[in-house]
């Protein structure tokens, strides 16, 4: 395997704006010790109490140590202590200004289907906000920049996020960009060798560890493809090979509701937000080749 790898990875982006505090907290928690993940919960489930508190305070409230408060301060983007106690200070202002208590989104198997409708709404809104707060723009920007003026763009993904890898290519061909979706391991790397420069490789992996997407990733990488990751773990392997790094949130985990459903909607969003800007950059191109295959589909819908 290649040593080249990025030389940004491990670099942490600026301090979570109060809003993205709650998504960074669940996007980063499982991966956290358990010592620095009663931390990020206590902060997170009581913003406004924890930000009356001390280092010290904190410490002996979640039964861990100042050293144990402050790396996770710091794994949360802040540079210490007290910026993380500002943004709980802000995080709980705007909590108070009026927004709506959570519920408790547990489904039961004997849940009436009404309350699995409203648990999983409540999923998905929250899902989608805390992708859209944890969202870099300045890594997106960057990305549809890559993607407008790409000469070929390959996407990888298994599983669930192979059918957001398709539903990213089927996009990007309505617009006239030459895109493929692999979603064979084998197929995937014989293809990232024929990448170069001024082509895009995109890996969607929510784990960020998936071995099948990063392989080819990584190929991608190493014949200069310009690279893309959209991952729930920007912590995890993926992040590499990933010139452009996404981060997605998830909807907490349940027995009826798995990582495969959960993830895929914080992907969905990136890949809408991946399109929207690509279609934009290229709207002389764009317009017309959406109109095309709206006419060349016209007749099927007619009765």
């Known amino acids: ?82 910026d993380l106690r500002l943004a709980l200070a802000g995080l709980a202002a705007q909590q108070q200004s009026g927004r709506a208590p959570a519920i408790t989104t547990d489904i039961a198997v004997d849940d009436p289907i ?3 409708v409203a648990k999983l709404a409540y999923d998905e809104q929250q899902t989608l906000a805390d992708t859209a707060a944890g969202l870099d723009t300045a890594q997106l920007g960057a990305a549809v920049t890559a993607l407008a003026g790409a000469r070929r763009i390959d996407v990888y ?45 995109l890996a969607i992996t929510h784990s960020g560890s998936t071995g099948d997407v990063i392989e080819p990733l990584r190929v991608a990488f190493e014949h200069g493809a310009t690279t893309v990751a959209i991952t729930g773990r920007p912590d995890g392997p993926v992040a590499q090979y990933a010139d452009h790094l996404l981060t997605t949130s998830t909807a907490r985990e349940s027995e009826l509701r798995p990582a495969a459903m959960s993830s895929r909607t914080g992907q969905l969003l990136v890949v809408d937000c991946l399109f929207v800007g690509v279609a934009q950059r290229t709207y002389e191109t764009a317009a017309p080749a959406l109109s095309a295959s709206y006419e060349a589909l016209a007749h099927r819908h007619r009765r």
């Open 1 to 82: 395997m290649t040593q080249h790898v990025k030389e940004t990875f491990g670099q942490q982006p600026g301090p979570p704006a109060p809003a993205a505090l709650a998504a960074k907290v669940r996007t980063l928690a499982p991966s956290m010790t358990r010592s620095m993940q009663r931390v990020a919960e206590a902060v997170a489930g009581d913003p406004a109490g924890c930000a009356a508190l001390t280092v010290t305070g904190l410490a002996e409230l979640t039964g861990t140590s100042e050293a144990t408060v402050v790396r996770t301060a710091r794994l949360l983007g802040y540079p210490g202590y007290r």
């Open 114 to 116: 009404a309350d699995v």
């Open 157 to 201: 993904g298994v599983g669930a996020s192979g059918l957001v890898a398709q539903d990213l290519t089927q996009k990007l061909l309505r617009i006239g960009l030459i895109a493929h979706a692999h979603s064979d391991p084998h197929l995937a790397v014989t293809n990232a060798v024929q990448l170069r420069g001024g082509d895009v490789a």
